[in-house]
């Protein structure tokens, strides 16, 4: 996956090439008025004020047909650097233009210019247009000016620029492949989910989305029951007090859902972390009792902004693999490494490969002494060494109250996730004044670690949906088998038989047996991505045999009855 943003040289050229898809909107639509066009991770884009004109799909050809003659004349780019004054004066037509440079502080703007076309930038750019002739415009779409839904929609294009023809057609070809990929599309189509507009934000999940949710959860707990947690259930509601005592009311108030009860105000939890607290506080500990790893499945809610909302993807609620574990200060490095090689194995069983960041303590606005945050972040870091993992240093990226670590999965198109968090924390315990007996029979306040492992169950899901392309492992597919008898009549008792069998062994299967041709039958088993194909006819029925053939595949295979049933269930105890 390409990161447009973060890669030096794509930046410089894409944002060239936004300036020439500008120039080229300007040839086409005179009157047309220019916001801002940056480089972003999936290449660039600009905002455009059109007047009455409005962009459609077959707009993007022509301004693509314009963009190459202006490449193939290949005018410099030239930088120029002019007085406020002279800035405000050369865009006095342009009223976008004159909010940014009313912005800017006195002294020298500097400007790009390309034949006649010129825009205020900072820069920089490549030498030439001629360096941005391998381009796409990918979509466009509206956009409020500054991004406040009070002001005026203007309309935003999209495109990608690299600098060898082959490198554009690779990222196409990928692009291509994640669109049907989407897990929104996908999700429709395979009955997993879907959205509501009487529940914006929040996800409905259907019967075959929930045999995934399911099995996902039944895994997490059996994972965790392996590794010592103790789970707890917190309410769904709480009173405003404690989201006091948390800092989440001074903090994150404009983010939660509030209700008054009985005269007081509550509200619907956006974070688990309080409940948790309250159930370790709710007993007497000692320091032989640590550490405490409870986990929770908490459902949360959190009023995101509209416009942000994607699928599975960006939610207003959804269920966090919270875990919290109180420890003692000399337990944070064997701790963190237990939890490094659990979480190594729990992505291992996705096919999904990850890196480590350390995220360490910010410059300025931090809780805690520095002699704390040093000994924290060593202990991370010393983690992962003795955890035999790879980690990079994110400086200054921690949050207020601790280092972390956060583990970014790749999934099969290269992309990358930040789903798994290891967070210290210093201010909570304190903050909810919570201690444990030490040996001396002094109180000591614990240390406080939150870690999630999906992150979001649902988010989770719609990354393994696009991970898999739909095509889900054998465990975790929604229907693992279906048994297709090649005749319809003939050969439906033995085919209802091998269902029976199947099904009396725990696997979700089903027959097909309708009056069409074995072909179609088949065809149609593909499309819905069901992992297992059973062909049964004459042979299969005489000899008490199957005939197995895997999605994605040509090549069958011909077992006997107890032969498949052992095969199929080895394959999901094991999780292959």
Same mark, same amino acid.
């Given at each position: ?79 120029? @650097? ?11 037509? *342009? /009223?976008? #233009? +004159?909010?940014?440079?009313? %912005? $800017? ?63 554009? @057609? ?11 990929? *989407? /897990?929104? #599309? +996908?999700?429709?189509?395979? %009955? $997993? ?384």
């Amino acid at each position: 996956m390409v990161d447009f943003k973060e890669d030096a040289k794509l930046s410089v050229l894409n944002h060239s090439c936004a300036h020439m898809m500008a120039q080229a909107v300007k040839r086409l639509y005179p009157k047309a008025q220019f916001w801002v066009g940056p480089v972003v991770s999936e290449g660039f884009y600009y905002d455009i004020d059109l007047g009455e004109d409005v962009i459609k799909d077959e707009d993007l050809e022509r301004i693509e047909k314009e963009m190459k003659k202006i490449a193939k004349d290949g005018k410099r780019i030239v930088r120029e @650097e002019v007085s406020k004054e002279e800035a405000l004066a050369m865009f006095a037509h *342009d /009223h976008y #233009k +004159l909010e940014l440079i009313q %912005g $800017l502080e006195d002294g020298n703007i500097t400007i790009y210019r390309q034949g006649e076309f010129f825009d205020l930038c900072r820069g920089p750019h490549v030498e030439s247009v001629k360096l941005c002739k391998n381009f796409k415009l990918l979509k466009h779409s509206g956009a409020y000016w500054k991004g406040d839904a009070n002001n005026k929609m203007l309309q935003r294009i999209y495109g990608v620029c690299f600098e060898t023809k082959e490198d554009l @057609e690779a990222h196409l070809h990928w692009l291509e492949e994640a669109k049907k990929r *989407d /897990h929104k #599309k +996908l999700g429709r189509e395979m %009955g $997993l989910f879907m959205m509501s507009e009487y529940a914006p934000g929040m996800p409905f999940f259907l019967p075959n989305g929930m045999i995934i949710r399911n099995i996902l959860e039944d895994f997490w707990y059996e994972e965790h029951t392996k590794e010592g947690y103790a789970f707890i259930k917190t309410p769904l509601m709480m009173s405003r007090e404690l989201w006091e005592t948390s800092g989440h009311w001074d903090n994150y108030a404009e983010n939660m859902y509030t209700s008054m009860v009985d005269d007081r105000e509550f509200a619907i939890k956006p974070m688990n972390c309080p409940g948790s607290l309250l159930v370790f506080k709710n007993g007497l500990h000692s320091y032989k009792d640590l550490p405490m790893r409870m986990g929770e499945l908490g459902q949360v809610h959190r009023h995101e902004a509209s416009g942000a909302l994607n699928g599975l993807f960006r939610v207003r609620t959804f269920t966090q693999d919270d875990a919290h574990i109180y420890m003692r200060p000399d337990q944070i490095e064997s701790e963190v490494v237990s939890l490094i090689r659990f979480i190594d194995r729990f992505y291992s069983i996705f096919g999904l490969s990850y890196e480590i960041e350390l995220s360490t303590r910010p410059e300025t606005k931090y809780i805690g002494s520095l002699e704390i945050w040093e000994k924290s972040e060593a202990a991370l870091a010393a983690a992962c060494e003795q955890a035999g993992k790879k980690y990079q240093v994110n400086p200054g990226d921690g949050a207020f109250y601790g280092p972390k670590l956060d583990f970014h999965i790749k999934d099969s198109l290269g992309r990358v996730w930040q789903c798994g968090t290891i967070q210290l924390d210093m201010n909570l315990p304190e903050r909810f004044d919570i201690t444990y007996v030490d040996k001396d029979g002094s109180r000591v306040r614990p240390v406080m670690l939150h870690r999630v492992i999906f992150g979001s169950i649902e988010r989770f899901i719609g990354i393994l949906i696009e991970h898999y392309a739909g095509h889900f492992p054998l465990w975790l597919a929604p229907q693992q088998i279906v048994v297709v008898p090649v005749h319809h009549e003939r050969h439906a008792d033995y085919a209802n038989r091998v269902n029976e069998e199947l099904c009396a062994h725990g696997l979700r299967c089903k027959v097909d047996a309708r009056n069409e041709k074995l072909g179609y039958r088949i065809r149609e088993a593909q499309m819905h991505k069901i992992p297992v194909e059973i062909v049964v006819g004459d042979g299969e029925a005489e000899n008490h045999t199957v005939t197995i053939r895997r999605a994605q595949s040509k090549d069958s295979v011909t077992l006997s009855l107890k032969e498949c049933v052992e095969q199929l269930c080895g394959e999901v105890e094991d999780k292959r």
